[in-house]
Nanobody, 124 residues
């Protein structure tokens, strides 16, 4: 299993970024995929999850601003991030095989595989 993130960078508050995660080595379309993030000095937290049936889950802090999607033909997971805030600054990780397939706060997740992360910095 390999997960390779890309698309991070430095953006001003209010801006947008789209993260990508290229997946290989497993049946991408059958897995719950998602994004987690970890800010300096904080625990890793779930951002968004996308189940094989198309159902989605978002952290309250990103609802209405972030959209998770995937291209099963190309085995790529995306995270479109709009109206970015300084508090969105973090390392963002792609995850495969999330159980349960949700990022509701307070629910611990098991994850089969992690990417190495891509850094998102929101600053003026």
């Amino acid at each position: 299993v390999q997960l390779v993130e890309s698309g991070g960078g430095l953006v001003q508050p209010g801006g947008s970024l789209r993260l990508s995660c290229a997946a290989s080595g497993f049946t991408f379309s059958s897995y719950c995929m998602g994004w987690f993030r970890q800010a300096p000095g904080k625990e890793r937290e779930g951002v968004a999850a996308l189940d094989s049936d198309g159902s989605t889950s978002y952290a309250d802090s990103v609802k209405g601003r972030f959209t998770i999607s995937k291209d099963n033909a190309r085995n790529i997971l995306y995270l479109q991030m709009n109206r970015l805030k300084p508090e969105d600054t973090a390392m963002y990780y792609c995850a495969a095989g999330i159980r349960p397939c949700t990022v509701v706060a307070g629910i611990g997740n098991a994850v089969d595989s992690w990417g190495k992360g891509t850094l998102v910095t929101i600053s003026s």
